[in-house]
């Protein structure tokens, strides 16, 4: 289970800690980090705009964030292979394109440094699968 792999880790290294939080009021003070990472999740968060926020929230001055998500614009999810629509039933509440991630990390103050798409094989990063950005507070 995940909570079993997460133990295994804080026993291997055990500088760090492991707190579970809800991404919408995290239980930090501002400017907490030099780096926060949002990957695989955003697509599960119904008040994605809030947490957002609260990643820039406790991302120190000049700090890194990265968002890692699947992409709706994605060629396979074009050709309908892959379904456009959100997995309901796995937890999934919004699919975004690149533009709508750009868009929303804007309208949190986050300035984007780089956007890459990721995939298994070559092509343009608009269409692949999933797509990565980098911003800065």
């Known amino acids: ?27 930090f003070r501002k400017n907490s980090f030099d780096q926060v990472i949002l990957s695989g999740v955003i697509q599960y968060i119904k008040d994605y705009q809030k947490a957002l926020k609260e990643c820039y929230k406790v991302l120190k001055p000049n700090g890194t964030f990265l968002i890692a998500t699947i992409n709706k614009d994605s060629l396979l999810r074009r050709l309908g292979i892959i379904p456009k629509e959100p997995k309901k039933d796995a937890g999934e509440y919004k699919i975004f394109s690149s533009k709508e ?28 699968t999933n797509i990565l950005f980098k911003a800065k507070k």
């Open 101 to 128: 991630i750009a868009r929303l990390l804007k309208e949190a103050n986050f300035s984007i440094v780089s956007f890459w798409g990721v995939d298994f094989i070559s092509m343009p990063k608009g269409l692949c």
């Open 1 to 27: 289970t995940n909570m079993k792999r997460i133990k295994e880790l804080k026993n291997k290294y055990l500088s760090i800690r492991i707190i579970k939080a809800n991404a919408t009021k995290l239980p």
